[in-house]
């Protein structure tokens, strides 16, 4: 870096004292310098020497620390789901917050919301319609008799359009049709 500064106040003096680009003797010998020691650098991490090597260590630290972040994440996300099973949590009344949810577990939001990212592959809102969608086709196995807007309601959800959305999504046909399949079957 210290050259290639050097290198740049030599060619600007050249350049204000009216020397054309073509005719610079420093921007030569700049240039020069600049690909000689990118040259050796490439041949010592080639060759991996010694004064290199802090970057391979550096490489192989953050793998080992993007373990640990990993395993911290799927830690976070059992308890989630532990949580989520034991308490019901999607059924809640309004549903529950990514904040609510992360204060339950005593750790921040955003770990929370990492750890069923990475974990879950879907984000915090996904994974609950996810969960309520799979309570709401356990009820209608249960009862098919069973109005939808009770199973709506009784599997989470507060908006009949955000359930025959997320329903729809989830299992590729409407509430109304997964109940008919299931009374044809």
């Known amino acids: 870096m210290a050259v290639n500064i050097v290198a740049e106040v030599a060619v600007l003096t050249e350049i204000h004292a009216g020397k054309a680009l073509n005719e610079s003797l420093a921007l030569f010998i700049g240039t020069s310098l600049f690909l000689v020691i990118n040259a050796i650098?490439?041949?010592?991490?080639?060759?991996?020497?010694p004064l290199i090597e802090w970057m391979y260590e550096l490489s192989v630290q953050t793998f080992s620390e993007n373990d640990v972040a990993s395993a911290e994440n799927n830690a976070h996300f059992g308890r989630w789901e532990v949580l989520v099973t034991t308490e019901e949590l999607y059924k809640k009344e309004f549903g529950i917050t990514l904040s609510e949810a992360a204060r339950k577990l005593q750790i921040p939001a955003r770990q929370l919301s990492n750890a069923i990212n990475q974990c879950y592959g879907r984000s915090f809102s996904q994974?609950?319609?996810d969960k309520r969608v799979k309570e709401a086709q356990r009820l209608i196995q249960a009862d098919p008799e069973m109005t939808m807007i009770?199973?709506?309601?009784?599997?989470?959800?507060?908006?009949?359009?955000?359930?025959?959305?997320?329903?729809?999504?989830?299992?590729?046909?409407?509430p109304s049709k997964y109940r008919l399949a299931l009374l044809v079957d």
């Open 41 to 49: 650098v490439a041949f010592a991490t080639l060759r991996r020497n």
């Open 127 to 129: 994974y609950l319609n």
């Open 150 to 174: 009770d199973v709506m309601y009784a599997a989470g959800f507060n908006s009949k359009s955000n359930f025959n959305k997320e329903f729809q999504r989830v299992s590729g046909m409407p």
